[in-house]
């Protein structure tokens, strides 16, 4: 416990200069985001939907890796914080002369960069970012490693429709193993109280998934009475190495949410996905636009999310600089 009686682990505060991933958070850093997140959003609601925060500075976004939702989210939240933004883009880019990935960072950041937004194929670049820039870095997907944004969207979402996570039985469904979003949303709900259960053929489990505060399940069937929040991943085609399962069509009939397992399910189950989806696979059609379904208020909440990563990122970085917004 601080001398200041607040538990640093819980209390809603924010002093990081990067965000990697939410292994590193404590429940009162998780907090600390959502809660601005629902600031921005009150003030999205109110009309008040442009905000000089970020003035001056700029944002880069460097994405090594195709990206619909991540990159235009980040982009977003960053021009409604009122930073400049550039936007960069392996494919076309002067990779393919030969400049190393860590000199396309650092030319990026001497355009006066303040936070750089990365995603890329191999975990830990963030990680190495951090230690060649001044900038700040947001994860914005690396590897199979973590997926802060996205998870806090998930997570976002849920406790504005549920309150709490306190208590709520969530299940991932499907590629654990190769899920960078799964390693994400387990480490954040636990924090946060929530029973995380992850669901999906042995194939798609890693081993020993459980000493991360988890509990395995084969069957979709068996957990949907007790699920309250059903979070169905993607199947990762391009980082699978081999065949984790006979095909597609045994993969939807053993695991995919349809309008049958919607009714044995909880009245009121949220279904989300983090996108993209693939209809016929994860989910039928009728549950990805059925009353059940959030995705799409995921994605709205993303842009709040982000601009809140992007708006605490800043003020830490105005602390730290003694005032000055850079
Ligand atoms: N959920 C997600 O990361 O989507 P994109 O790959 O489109 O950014």
Same mark, same amino acid.
């Given at each position: 416990?601080?001398?200041?009686?607040?538990?640093?682990?819980?209390?809603?505060?924010?002093?990081?200069?990067?965000?990697?991933?939410?292994?590193?958070?404590?429940?009162?850093?998780?907090?600390?985001?959502?809660?601005?997140?629902?600031?921005?959003?009150?003030?999205?609601?109110?009309?008040?939907?442009?905000?000089?925060?970020?003035?001056?500075?700029?944002?880069?976004?460097?994405?090594?890796?195709?990206?619909?939702?991540?990159r235009a989210s980040f982009s977003l939240a960053a021009k409604r914080l009122s930073a400049d933004t550039?936007?960069?883009?392996?494919?076309?880019?002067?990779?393919?002369?030969?400049?190393?990935?860590?000199?396309?960072?650092?030319?990026?950041?001497?355009?006066?960069?303040?936070?750089?937004?990365?995603?890329?194929?191999?975990?830990?670049?963030?990680?190495?970012?951090?230690?060649?820039?001044?900038?700040?870095?947001?994860?914005?997907?690396?590897?199979?490693?973590?997926?802060?944004?996205?998870?806090?969207? +998930? @997570?976002?979402?849920? =406790?504005?429709? $549920?309150?709490?996570?306190? &208590? !709520? %039985?969530?299940?991932?469904?499907? +590629? @654990?193993?190769?899920? =960078?979003?799964? $390693?994400?949303?387990?480490? &954040? !709900? %636990?924090?946060?109280?929530?029973?995380? @259960?992850?669901?999906?053929?042995?194939?798609?489990?890693?081993?020993?998934?459980?000493?991360?505060?988890?509990?395995?399940?084969?069957?979709?069937?068996?957990?949907?009475?007790?699920?309250?929040?059903?979070?169905?991943?993607?199947?990762?085609?391009?980082?699978?190495?081999?065949?984790?399962?006979?095909?597609?069509?045994?993969?939807?009939?053993?695991?995919?949410?349809?309008?049958?397992?919607?009714?044995?399910?909880?009245?009121?189950?949220?279904?989300?996905?983090?996108?993209?989806?693939?209809?016929?696979?994860?989910?039928?059609?009728?549950?990805?636009?059925?009353?059940?379904?959030?995705?799409?208020?995921?994605?709205?909440?993303?842009?709040?999310?982000?601009?809140?990563?992007?708006?605490?990122?800043?003020?830490?970085?105005?602390?730290?600089?003694?005032?000055?917004?850079?």
């Open positions: 416990m601080a001398a200041t009686g607040q538990d640093p682990a819980t209390s809603a505060v924010w002093t990081r200069k990067h965000l990697i991933g939410l292994q590193d958070l404590t429940a009162g850093e998780i907090t600390a985001i959502l809660d601005q997140t629902a600031e921005f959003k009150r003030m999205g609601e109110a009309g008040e939907t442009r905000i000089g925060a970020l003035a001056g500075t700029v944002v880069a976004n460097l994405f090594f890796e195709p990206s619909t939702r991540t550039v936007d960069f883009s392996s494919s076309g880019s002067s990779l393919s002369k030969g400049e190393t990935f860590l000199d396309t960072a650092r030319n990026i950041e001497a355009m006066g960069v303040s936070q750089v937004v990365v995603r890329h194929s191999s975990s830990g670049t963030p990680q190495l970012l951090t230690r060649h820039l001044k900038a700040s870095v947001v994860n914005a997907g690396d590897g199979m490693h973590e997926h802060p944004t996205q998870a806090l969207l +998930d @997570i976002f979402t849920i =406790r504005e429709n $549920r309150g709490s996570l306190e &208590g !709520l %039985t969530v299940t991932l469904v499907g +590629d @654990i193993l190769h899920s =960078r979003v799964a $390693r994400s949303n387990i480490w &954040g !709900l %636990t924090k946060l109280g929530a029973r995380v @259960i992850v669901c999906g053929p042995s194939t798609l489990i890693p081993p020993h998934i459980e000493k991360l505060g988890v509990e395995v399940s084969h069957s979709l069937d068996e957990v949907l009475a007790e699920t309250d929040c059903i979070n169905l991943l993607r199947i990762q085609f391009e980082r699978q190495r081999s065949a984790y399962f006979p095909s597609i069509e045994e993969y939807a009939h053993f695991f995919g949410m349809n309008g049958d397992r919607i009714r044995k399910a909880k009245k009121d189950v949220l279904i989300l996905a983090p996108g993209p989806i693939n209809r016929g696979v994860e989910l039928t059609p009728d549950v990805a636009d059925g009353p059940h379904s959030v995705i799409l208020d995921q994605v709205t909440n993303g842009v709040l999310v982000r601009m809140a990563v992007l708006y605490l990122i800043q003020q830490r970085r105005q602390e730290l600089n003694g005032g000055t917004n850079q």
